[in-house]
Every structure is written in C-alpha cells, then in structure tokens.
C-alpha cells in the first residue's frame, strides 16, 4: 500500500509544487521504508521559499499526501528558507533508522544555515516526529 | 568563432565546452544514467517554426557525443528531457538562470527523468550551464 501523491486542485501551473509531487512519488516509488513513513504522517508542513517568493503546503492525510499551491490551511510547521537550502534540504544524508545523520556535510551546512537565520522553522519543536519524517520521505538519499 | 544558437555547430562547440571544463568533469563523474536532452520550445516568431532538441549523451563526466534534432519525437530517446522556450535558454546560457532555481520556478520542466538522480547532481547541472557560457554564442531574439 502506498499512499497517493495529489497535486491539488490549482497547484498544476504552480513552479514548486509539481516539481514536489514528481520528487516525493519518485522518491516513494523507489523506497518502500519512505512510503511506510509517508502512511504514517498527518499534517500540513508549509514551504515559505524566499527567495523565489513562493509557497507550497503538503497535506498529509491518510493514504494521500496532497501537494498545494501557496499556504493552504493551518500548517503544523513552517519552513521559510531560499531555494538552495529548500533543495538542500532532500538532500540530506539519512543515517541510522533513516533519521538525519548530523555528520553529513549537508547536514552541517543546513544546520549553519539555521544558525545564521537562513532557515527558519516554526512549529517544529512541536511536531518533531513529523519533521523527521518529513525529512525521510523527502530525501533523495536512501 | 561564434555559434547561432539553436545549431548542430553550435551543439557541437557545446560538447567541446564540457569535454573541456574541468568543473564537470568531477562533478559529472558519477553520471552513470544516460543521456540528457535540452529541448528548446518552437516559437515561430523568432524563427523557430519547431521544437528542437539537443541530446547530450553524457556518462562519468564526459559528453561523448551530441545530436541535434527537430520535434519532440526525436528526444524520447534520452532517459532524461528538460523542456524551455527560447527566452529561459538564453538566460540560462547567459548564466542569469541557475538551472535548479528555474526548475523550481517552471521556468525549466524536466518532462522525463527521475528526479531523486537528478538532483543529486545538482552541482553537475550547473556546470553544464558553466560550459554553455563558454560558447561564443549568436542568439536568435
């Protein structure tokens, strides 16, 4: 079983959000443990990109993960980053039970950035569980 | 020498261009997932009556070789195909446009291909849009 990746209505002439849905169904098709993790998770996290002045919401409900133009609802979490780090962020190394592995360059590179005020995230100590998982299904590495 | 852009001459000094820069050479290195099709869109008013393509049949960082086709039948071949007007290519190869930006803003599509591979050669993309601008180019419009 695997959940469905929904562009949502509008979201189609959107520049982000297709590009999100193709990473995110190519990425669940190659990787069974991510497609477990993503029917796990519920919740909206919202993708503030800065630089390019645009905005995605994924949505995850059960056996869906619907993909929105701009901010759609209430996020549970907000990430507001530039684009280089928007992308960075699947590239990330996973580690140990396919959590973020902290000594991978990226990693340390996100992490510098957040230091900096680069990347913000709001919401997030609040809904850990969802970030790390949202790190796992986004990540192009295994 | 300089090239009109879209040519076979010009895709030709294209491969020269990448075969040459040292910065894809490494970083294209692991590159092992077939050839690459840059397919300009048609716009008649600059006298682009078709689409065409440029298929860049590129593996561990050396391009080997290129094709210069019409239509989009001709590029179906190549395991990855990104699609543009006329307008985004030449802001690219002018290095106004980072390739991964544009393709987060629709401006560059990636129609066919595998994203996650993609994207972790994302410092590749970029020299190969470093090597476009070191063709001597000649731009329709």
Same mark, same amino acid.
């Given at each position: 079983m695997e959940p469905a990746i929904e562009l949502a209505p509008g979201a189609e002439d959107h520049g982000f959000a297709p590009m999100l849905a193709t990473l995110l169904r190519q990425n669940l098709d190659d990787h069974e443990d991510k497609r477990a993790t993503a029917m796990r998770m519920r919740g909206r996290v919202a993708m503030v990109i800065t630089d390019l002045g645009m905005s995605v919401t994924l949505e995850f409900v059960p056996f869906a993960v619907r993909v929105h133009a701009g901010i759609v609802g209430i996020p549970d979490v907000t990430v507001r980053a530039g684009s280089d780090h928007i992308m960075k962020m699947s590239m990330l190394e996973l580690g140990r039970f396919g959590l973020p592995d902290p000594r991978g360059a990226v990693a340390k590179e996100l992490a510098a950035a957040e230091k900096a005020g680069a990347i913000k995230y709001f919401g997030a100590l609040a809904n850990i569980p969802l970030m790390l998982r949202l790190t796992r299904v986004m990540s192009v590495n295994a | 020498m300089s090239f009109k852009f879209p040519t076979e001459e010009w895709t030709k000094a294209y491969q020269d261009a990448v075969n040459a820069n040292e910065g894809y050479r490494t970083h294209g290195?692991?590159?092992?997932f077939g050839a690459v099709a840059f397919v300009i869109k048609a716009d008649p008013s600059i006298g682009l009556p078709e689409d065409v393509g440029m298929i860049m049949d590129v593996h561990e960082g050396v391009c080997r070789g290129t094709t210069f086709v019409k239509g989009m039948d001709a590029v179906q071949s190549a395991p990855f195909i990104v699609v543009a007007d006329y307008a985004r290519w030449r802001a690219c190869l002018e290095g106004k446009l980072d390739p991964i930006k544009s393709m987060m803003e629709g401006k #560059? &599509? #990636?129609? &066919?291909?595998h994203l996650p591979t993609m994207l972790r050669f994302v410092e590749s993309s970029r020299q190969l849009v470093v090597s476009a601008t070191h063709v001597d180019t000649e731009f329709l419009a």
């Open positions: - | 290195k692991p590159w092992t #560059l &599509k #990636l129609v &066919k291909g």
